[in-house]
């Protein structure tokens, strides 16, 4: 039992709250899993900024390690901000060549330390506790943006830490992360084959081998929508799951119909949530709400608005 | 009519409101500002008229016998399992597993059901206005599902006994379910059915009921087992 949010603006607006919004829903969803909670919010920042967020460690302090990691990140790529919050130094750079090489570089600094996210659009924050928790560290609800989603947890079979916590980012690729609430029964499986080819797993948590598959089949080529549709009958399990690229959101739901979801698509957002409360205590009552039929994939775009 | 405004209140509290209104000799109780809340409405035993001004959460009129319930906008899962007797319409859609177990009373939806709707019905009628999800009537063992939309994969699968009219296309049958002819009783209760709920029959219906193949095992019926398990 977790808790899955999503949003997405369609009226054009770049600066929506959509902080404030995933928090609201998250807030009211809370109750199904308050061991960790996080979001992951897209925003335009123009050509030359990427948004790198950087895990230093469990505990800290980590003054000293942010001085260390954040040389070596200027030597590879020029850095306009440095911000420590808590674990999570949040730096902006030129966009690297190869998102996967800086990520091995800034990971050998240390075992610690995990690049949580990387994107021109996505910024990503998690943490142990709860969503009220996750605001007084980060202060979501000042995030403005185009889209995005949101996670809380309920543990059921990994480690309960940052590096645990959801939304997770697809490594290797900027700005695709992912929501999830189920269970990936064919992980193991997936896994070895995954790093037989040399992935790298972060974590022993099975919503971590999502983002990596759509990562995966996104580097061959294929659309961000196309790499959501295969995924339904790759992954087997009950699950239903939200994700997001610079431009785009979609939810993913299992062919068993077993765990919830509801979506509203009003002319001026799209909102998707694991249950209908967290839609009416965060946008009102003045949509109507369905429940996605079994085995299917909707997406959005922020360009366009419409889904398909 | 005595209202109930839901603002910051538990579930669990406005429950014990509704209770407490029905023993002072309340008939018509609304429930206002809802917000999609869990359990709301649950075991009322009485022959009141709740409505609920908005859209509710899991399981509400679930354990009922006897009330009206009207929720003005859409409800979550379970809606009221394992009823008894009594009314539940919802105006808008339903969430998964819509008239769970229950074995008697009608439930309406107005709008579509989703997945698993009917499940193990053990009486009574659940109506839905629109379409049908996944798995309608699964294991239903009695009483009637009336679908004037279309319904999804796998319609009445495992069902054991009970009865399923379907007025728009079924996308396919479940393990064991199969079509059987709609006979002239069977119009008059759904047209009496239908005009109790100011609803406008389709054209025509079709009528699903269990094959009995799955009542006792046979191993000529092996692979059908398989799939059903």
Same mark, same amino acid.
């Given at each position: 039992m977790c808790g899955i949010v999503g949003f997405l603006d369609k009226s054009g607006n770049r600066q929506a709250a959509v902080g404030q919004t995933l928090l609201d829903m998250l807030s009211a969803l809370d109750r199904r899993g308050p061991d960790s909670s996080g979001v992951a919010v897209y925003? @335009?920042? !123009?050509v030359d900024a990427c948004v790198l967020r950087i895990k230093l460690g469990e505990h800290g302090p980590f003054e000293t390690l942010a001085d260390v990691v954040v040389e070596r990140v200027k030597s590879l790529v020029s850095v306009s901000t440095v911000d420590l919050q808590g674990p999570s130094l949040r730096l902006?750079?030129?966009p690297p060549e190869s998102p996967e090489s800086l990520e091995r570089a800034i990971e050998a600094v240390d075992s610690s330390i995990e690049v949580v996210s990387l994107g021109s659009r996505l910024d990503l924050v998690k943490q142990v506790g709860s969503p009220a928790n996750?605001?007084?560290t980060y202060a979501v609800s000042s995030y403005v943006g185009t889209h995005g989603i949101g996670h809380t947890r309920m543990s059921t079979e990994s480690r309960v830490d940052l590096s645990h916590?959801?939304?997770? $980012?697809?490594? !290797?690729?900027? @700005?695709?992360?992912?929501?999830? /609430? !189920?269970? +990936? *029964? /064919?992980?193991?499986?997936?896994?070895? +084959?995954?790093e037989q080819q040399g992935h790298r797993f972060y974590t022993g948590n099975d919503s971590e081998i999502i983002g990596l598959y759509l990562a995966d089949h996104m580097a061959q080529g294929a659309s961000f929508a196309d790499a959501l549709q295969t995924s339904l009958t790759d992954f087997d !399990?009950?699950?239903?799951?939200?994700?997001a690229s610079a431009d785009s959101l979609g939810y993913v739901k299992d062919p068993f119909a077993f765990k919830p979801l509801v979506v509203t698509d009003t002319p001026a957002y799209v909102a998707i949530a694991t249950e209908e409360q967290a839609l009416r205590s965060a946008l009102g009552d003045d949509f109507p709400v369905w429940e996605p039929g079994v085995n299917t994939v909707m997406? $959005? *775009?922020?360009e366009d608005g419409v889904g398909s | 009519m005595?209202? #109930?405004?839901? &603002?910051?209140? &538990?579930?669990?509290? %406005?429950?014990? =409101? #509704?209770?407490?209104h029905i023993q002072a000799g309340e008939t018509d109780i609304r429930v206002q500002h809802p917000q999609a809340r869990?359990?709301?409405?649950?075991?009322?035993?009485?022959?009141?008229?709740? &409505?609920?001004?908005?859209?509710?959460?899991?399981?509400?009129?679930?354990? %009922?016998?006897?009330?009206? #319930? =009207?929720?003005q906008g859409s409800c979550g899962w379970g809606l009221a399992e394992s009823m008894l007797n009594g009314t539940v319409i919802v105006n808008q859609n339903a969430g998964n597993s819509a008239a769970a177990s229950i074995r008697g009373g009608t439930v309406v939806v107005r709008g579509s059901a989703s997945s698993r709707a009917g499940i193990a019905m053990k009486g009574g009628t659940m109506i839905v206005q629109g379409n049908s999800g996944y798995m309608t009537g699964f294991m239903m063992q009695k009483g009637t599902i009336i679908v004037c939309g279309d319904t999804a994969e796998a319609l009445g699968d495992s069902m054991y006994e009970g009865r399923i009219f379907v007025g728009g296309r079924i996308a396919d049958l479940g393990n064991d379910a199969v079509i059987e002819e709609v006979t002239d009783q069977d119009q008059e209760f759904l047209a009496t059915t239908l005009a109790q709920y100011d609803i406008a029959a389709p054209a025509s219906f079709q009528k699903i009921v269990s094959g009995r193949r799955l009542w006792q095992f046979d191993k000529k019926d092996f692979d059908t087992w398989r799939e059903a398990l």
């Open positions: 925003a @335009d920042r !123009g902006v750079v030129t996750l605001e007084a916590s959801q939304p997770f $980012w697809a490594h !290797g690729r900027a @700005d695709v992360a992912v929501v999830h /609430n !189920g269970h +990936i *029964t /064919n992980y193991h499986k997936m896994r070895r +084959i995954y !399990g009950a699950f239903s799951y939200l994700a997406t $959005w *775009t922020v | 005595k209202d #109930i405004d839901c &603002t910051g209140k &538990t579930s669990r509290v %406005i429950n014990q =409101e #509704i209770r407490h869990h359990n709301l409405g649950v075991a009322v035993l009485q022959q009141v008229s709740l &409505t609920m001004s908005g859209s509710v959460g899991y399981y509400c009129g679930g354990l %009922i016998d006897g009330p009206r #319930i =009207e929720v």
